[in-house]
């Protein structure tokens, strides 16, 4: 492929984007001058976009084997390896037209559970294999029926809780779905409106929300799987976007939110099931808590991410502050945990360093060991990857807009994150509105940025993550 430039059109849908092939960079105006490329590998665009060689990796509940998504003749199919041995990967499904996305683990590591549609028609239905014999079966097997996963805990291996609007094609109903039978037991017939419901480690139904007339939410609490008539918790419209529970502890003592009521952004707050007291355990002025790192025995939260320009880590506890900050030592880019066994001793952490390829390591808390896992898209080792930067944008009005600046190779020699001239710029816009751009690789930065461009990804008002003034 001939080193062309694009121009770029943006579709009436914000998210689609249209690439076609302009005119040379000798065309280009002259205050804006493309750099020399000439000895720049151009990166094939299938590096970037095609399917990657593994992806989605996570260690099983008991630690003894790996799973992850990888191609079998060319679509996207489930594969098991013993830990410790990659070169012992097996694929478990045989998918020949729809791709796997995503699955999880079953709490007992015997199988794999992952959901599909048929054609598209986004009735996802819930499947699983076994990871010893490959049999893969329906456990769902409805028609026009999308199933929800309601609770996968540890503490009942054999279980696990889901919601199938096979009833009534509006509402789900909750199920306790038996791994070894496949059998469907009800819980509870959702003849409320109810649109979803919160379960703790024990499988107990303890929440369920319904949608208001405004737009926001109601909470009411489950006893003995019957909805209470009033709700304990009521979230409108303005903080709709940022208030969600986040999960029981195992005892059922403690309802973890994210929550911006009566703050600008979400703070991550511990309330007292028994009493309805309410502690704030983390917040930030600057954007609204994102991910927690949980203990999968007993639930509590043992660390939380901030996610403003980029993600930092807040630990909880001095073991996870000692474990992430040496993460963080060792590993060259931005980390995340991605899975964990069940006695939290194993780890799976993936690294961006954005100017390499991503990968994914293992990381054994005891002993301090880590080993890599694989990297999804190894054709990129040695590829001229762009770094990305973080700016804040002033706005006319004096809003400042979280940002992210990619530039092309040659363009800023003493690499501050300014270009030594103007040079051509794509404004990569993101969809929704009700969504965000953030740090780290981007295939579609990556593109543009090896074929002269600087990319600029901006977080205009109506992103969500920095605080709910933001988005309104």
Excluded: C
Aim: glycine fraction near 8%; charged fraction near 20%.
């Amino acid at each position: 492929m001939s080193r062309s430039y694009f121009r770029f059109l943006v579709a009436a849908a914000p998210f689609v984007l249209i690439a076609a092939l302009a005119t040379p960079a000798s065309s280009q105006t002259a205050s804006a001058t493309a750099p020399d490329l000439s000895k720049v590998p151009l990166i094939p665009r299938a590096d970037l976009f095609g399917n990657p060689v593994r992806a989605g990796g996570q260690i099983s509940p008991d630690g003894r084997q790996f799973a992850f998504i990888a191609p079998r003749d060319g679509v996207m199919n489930l594969w098991v390896a013993p830990i410790g041995n990659m070169a012992a990967a097996k694929p478990l499904t045989a998918e020949t037209k729809r791709p796997i996305r995503q699955y999880f683990w079953s709490p007992d590591s015997r199988q794999l559970l992952f959901v599909n549609d048929a054609g598209g028609d986004e009735n996802f239905l819930l499947y699983g294999v076994d990871t010893a014999s490959g049999a893969t079966r329906s456990l769902t097997p409805f028609t026009k029926t999308r199933v929800q996963i309601v609770q996968v805990s540890p503490l009942v291996p054999d279980r696990i809780l889901v919601g199938v609007n096979n009833r009534d094609p509006r509402w789900h109903d909750i199920h306790s779905l038996d791994l070894a039978t496949g059998k469907l037991t009800p819980v509870l017939i959702n003849t409320g409106d109810y649109a979803g419901f919160l379960a703790d480690q024990k499988l107990i139904l303890r929440a369920a929300s319904k949608s208001r007339s405004d737009g926001g939410s109601d909470y009411y609490r489950v006893v003995d799987n019957k909805v209470a008539a009033t709700p304990f918790e009521q979230v409108g419209l303005d903080d709709a976007l940022s208030t969600a529970p986040a999960g029981y502890t195992a005892d059922g003592k403690t309802l973890y939110w994210i929550d911006s009521r009566d703050r600008k952004t979400a703070a991550l707050i511990a309330q007292d099931v028994a009493t309805g007291k309410r502690t704030v355990i983390g917040e930030d002025k600057r954007a609204d808590i994102g991910n927690v790192i949980a203990d999968p025995r007993t639930g509590k939260v043992l660390a939380y991410g901030v996610n403003y320009l980029r993600t930092e880590w807040k630990p909880l506890d001095r073991a996870t502050g000692r474990d992430i900050a040496f993460l963080e030592g060792r590993l060259k880019g931005d980390v995340n945990i991605t899975s964990a066994t069940t006695d939290n001793g194993k780890w799976t952490v993936a690294v961006d360093p954005v100017t390499a390829p991503t990968s994914l390591w293992l990381f054994d808390r005891k002993s301090r060991k880590l080993t890599k896992l694989y990297t999804p898209r190894p054709a990129l080792e040695g590829m001229p990857l762009a770094a990305m930067h973080p700016v804040e944008i002033r706005s006319r009005d004096g809003l400042t807009l979280p940002s992210y600046l990619t530039l092309p190779p040659g363009a800023d020699s003493n690499k501050d994150g300014k270009a030594d001239r103007p040079v051509p710029m794509v404004l990569l816009v993101h969809g929704g509105p009700w969504a965000r751009d953030n740090f780290g690789f981007n295939s579609a930065h990556q593109l543009m940025a090896n074929r002269g461009y600087a990319v600029l990804s901006v977080n205009y008002r109506g992103s969500t993550g920095f605080g709910k003034d933001f988005v309104t």
